[in-house]
């Protein structure tokens, strides 16, 4: 029997697998994609992340292949801007998803790791004895459906888990329902080596330069109800961006290189109770909001702690496991899932983002010290 196996190959499961390979374990990847797959992302790699990946010696594919990012330019709806460099010269990194997926994959199989494309979970094995522990996953197959067991089950399957929501351990929350639409540019005047937030009422326009002089665009904002305006995403977004002040002019001849993605509704809740057998990582065990560009510092560093949460258990049995765990990610965690509620927050009404506006135009220390936190530039790693 496998000794771990993780759904879903994207970061945080990518950084378990390698971690646990290299312990010497029995470990397989599966996920529904085959790699290298595209991924809806802003593209971008905080200082914090990027610290992360280098003590993990996995952040190659960032530094050979990565285009450096400076800091984040935030502008707000009444034509406040703030150039906010990292402090003390700390640098992020942005780079496709596409490509550094399938570069972390490369890693996990290269320590060990089995890996297992175009394979959809769709469920948990729930044994009866031992509480419910969960013992293996059922997948989809030619002609029906097979079981793949394993001591240990780590769920990186992202934001709509399969697993976390078939066992109800996930849900949307009911507010905020923001959607959130991706693109690719080419052509667009005035990219520098930072990346921008443009913080409008109701919702945000992230912009970031990546690789190859394209430019990553992703718009967020409240769904827009039954009648459908996210049925033409291209469409919205084009509007969203001929009629914004500040970037019309800089999009005037952008080309877009891709079809628009859409990604929704973002929020995900997400209780880990205390289940023998499954561990949570990354955007599965809940995502607050793309605002801050830090999900990928959850997934790495949440990659890590349910790693050597499996290593625990595999060694002492679960007893006490699933407490440890929160314990930990409540204190790596906690602080900045304040940080961001409260961010995300005032995004949701007109009159904050009014007011952080005119406060910004008083104060742009303010601005930036909310950079470097959003950019995890104090993370000890
Ligand atoms: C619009 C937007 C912009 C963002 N921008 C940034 C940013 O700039 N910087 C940043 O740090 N973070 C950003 N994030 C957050 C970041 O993308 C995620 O936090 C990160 O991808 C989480 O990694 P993960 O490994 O948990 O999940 P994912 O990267 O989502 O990987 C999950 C994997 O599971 C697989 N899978 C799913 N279901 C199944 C199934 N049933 N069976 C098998 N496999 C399955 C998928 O194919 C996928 O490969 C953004 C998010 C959004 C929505």
């Known amino acids: 029997m496998l000794d771990v196996l993780i759904v879903g190959a994207g970061p945080s499961g990518a950084v378990a697998a390698t971690l646990l390979a290299r312990r010497g374990l029995r470990v397989r990847l599966v996920d529904r994609a ?17 610290a992360m990946l280098r003590r993990l010696g996995m952040a190659e594919p960032l530094e ?5 990012i400076g800091g984040m330019t935030v502008t707000g709806a009444d034509g406040v801007t703030v150039e906010s460099p990292y402090p003390a010269g700390l640098e992020g990194r942005s780079l496709v998803r596409r490509e550094l997926d399938w570069a972390l994959l490369q ?21 009866d004895g031992a509480c419910g522990s969960v013992g293996g996953v059922v997948v989809d197959g030619q002609p029906s459906e097979r079981t793949i067991r394993a001591r240990v089950v780590i769920a990186a399957d992202g934001r709509r888990s399969a697993l976390a929501f ?12 923001r959607w959130a639409i991706g ?3 080419e052509n667009v005047s005035r990219m520098s080596a930072f990346g921008e937030m443009h913080v409008r009422r109701g919702g945000y326009i992230g912009v970031a330069p990546i690789p190859g002089g394209l430019t990553n665009v992703c718009l967020v904002k409240p769904w827009a109800g039954p009648d459908g305006a996210l049925r033409d995403p291209e469409v919205l977004l084009r509007q969203e961006l001929a009629r914004d002040q500040t970037l019309r002019e ?3 001849g952008a080309r877009l290189v891709t079809r628009p993605v859409v990604l929704g509704p973002l929020a995900v809740d ?41 290593f625990q258990a595999l060694d002492r049995g679960w007893d006490g496991v699933h407490a ?45 010290a909310v950079v470097a936190r959003a950019g995890d530039c104090a993370l000890r790693v």
Request: hydrophobic letters at 45%; aromatic letters at 8%; charged letters at 25%.
């Open 34 to 50: 085959r790699f290298p797959r595209d991924k809806l992302c802003g593209d971008t790699v905080n200082p914090g992340t990027l």
């Open 64 to 68: 050979s292949r990565g285009l450096v």
């Open 107 to 127: 890693q996990a199989t290269a320590a060990g790791a089995e890996f297992e494309p175009l394979t959809i979970v769709r469920r948990a094995v729930v044994d």
């Open 166 to 177: 078939g066992l109800g351990l996930a849900r949307h929350p009911e507010r905020p329902r």
């Open 183 to 185: 693109a690719y540019f």
């Open 250 to 252: 800089r999009f005037a």
């Open 270 to 310: 997400v209780d880990q109770r205390d289940t023998p057998g499954l561990l949570l990582a990354g955007d599965a065990a809940g995502f607050i909001d793309p605002m801050t560009g830090d999900g990928l510092r959850f997934a790495v560093r949440g990659g890590e702690l349910a790693a050597r949460a499996a």
């Open 324 to 368: 440890q765990l929160g314990r930990e990610r409540r204190r790596e965690f906690a602080s900045k899932w304040r940080f961001n509620r409260a961010l995300r927050a005032l995004v949701s009404f007109p009159a904050a983002v009014r007011v952080g506006g005119a406060v910004a135009s008083i104060a742009p220390s303010v601005v930036r």
